[in-house]
């Protein structure tokens, strides 16, 4: 069994697994060098070529214990057909949005616009090089899909646009994207994905709906992910109340993420935890990261836990702090 697993299915307490979210991207030089060749952000992530060259890099470079797949949460509404774009220093931005031509997309369409992607894990599944090593396959959770699909750009922190307050359009949208989900996660597996993680970036933008918009798509994501046999990791970042989330949904494990205190979610929370460390901490210094990094291994080392951050690794995090991060994690007794 791989380290996560053993975290994940034994509650193993004894080792300390490490991988980061968003490692393959742009803060490693050997990515930057293929995106510059490569402008349409779409077409890499459909490149299963280039796709498994990124995913792997940071395993080569940094021997994490799970690499996740070069792709994006995006490629969900780019496979239903909503046109999707990623403009320098401007994030995501999305086509119209027509929910009767959706209603009408078939689901043979859906898995040949990204075929590539299942084509890109399966390659990468059998590489030796992930010999006792998780590959991850990921979705964006629906309502986080939803807010990208809306709002067609990131939201910022708002979201008074008079359509999210459209309940029954906000519902149908959700059963199509949860339908479509479930297809993503079966796909993935299929192609060899070992653990999948469900990321709600938008999560904490979400609170006088939470049940129907927030913790039923996921519950039913969750439970479909576990009957395929597959452990399920979510991250509902910024969401208020990370022990109910659990308590409710019981994912494998729940990423944390770095505005929860981490002595209080090892009280409440009863399932194996991930992730925690504040992104920033990698742009200080060596001493900053040590003490910072060794405060979560404190905090966890009788709890289930999987070594991450609590969001994703900045472009701006020099190569030798993710080295030092992970020798402090390997070297933690
Ligand atoms: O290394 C990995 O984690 C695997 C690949 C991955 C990407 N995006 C590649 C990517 C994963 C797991 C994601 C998840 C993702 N994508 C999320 C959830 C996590 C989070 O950060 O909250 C979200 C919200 C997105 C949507 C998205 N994709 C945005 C908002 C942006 C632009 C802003 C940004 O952070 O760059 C992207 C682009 C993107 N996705 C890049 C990468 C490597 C950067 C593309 C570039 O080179 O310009």
């Avoid at 510059?36 to 796709?51: A, G, H, M, Q, T």
């Avoid at 470079?61 to 996740?68: C, K, Q, S, W």
């Avoid at 949208?173 to 989900?181: A, G, P, S, Y």
């Avoid at 039913?220 to 009957?227: C, G, I, Q, S, Y």
Wanted: proline fraction near 6%; aromatic fraction near 10%.
């Amino acid at each position: 069994m791989t380290p996560i697993q053993r975290c994940v299915k034994e509650k193993n307490t004894n080792i300390t697994p490490i991988w980061i979210m968003r490692q393959a991207g742009r803060y490693l030089p050997e990515f930057r060098e293929i995106r510059v060749k490569n402008p349409d952000f779409i077409k890499l992530c459909l490149n299963e070529n280039l796709s498994s060259e990124i995913t792997l890099q940071p395993i080569k470079r940094f021997n994490f214990d799970a690499a996740i797949i070069f792709s994006d949460i995006l490629m969900l509404p780019y496979g239903l057909d909503q046109e999707v774009k990623f403009e320098k220093g401007l994030g995501p931005k999305l086509g119209e949005l027509d929910l009767d031509k959706l209603e009408n997309i078939s689901e043979d369409k859906f898995n040949k616009k990204l075929s590539s992607v299942y084509q890109a894990i399966s390659k990468t599944s059998v590489n030796p090089i992930l010999k006792n090593k998780d590959l991850i396959g990921f979705i964006g959770a629906p309502w986080t899909i939803l807010v990208y699909m809306v709002n067609r750009m990131s939201p910022k922190n708002d979201l008074s646009k008079k359509i999210f307050k459209d309940n029954l359009f906000i519902k149908k949208l959700l059963i199509i994207i949860e339908k479509f989900l479930k297809i993503h996660i079966e796909n993935q597996i299929k192609a060899g994905a070992s653990l999948i993680q469900i990321f709600d970036s938008w999560a904490g933008l979400q609170e006088e709906n939470i049940s129907e918009y927030i913790y039923e798509p996921t519950l039913n994501l969750v439970n479909h992910t576990r009957k395929l046999g597959v452990p399920v990791i979510c991250f509902p970042r910024g969401i208020d109340n990370y022990k109910n989330f659990c308590d409710v949904i019981k994912p494998d494990m729940v990423n944390i993420d770095y505005n929860v205190d981490p002595r209080k979610a090892v009280k409440e929370i009863k399932i194996p935890i991930q992730g925690g460390l504040d992104p920033k901490v990698l742009l200080t210094d060596k001493k900053n990261l040590h003490t910072e990094a060794v405060k979560y291994l404190q905090i966890f080392k009788d709890h289930p836990y999987v070594f991450n951050l609590g969001h994703g690794i900045l472009p701006e995090t020099k190569i030798e702090m993710v080295e030092e991060l992970v020798k402090i994690v390997r070297e933690f007794k």
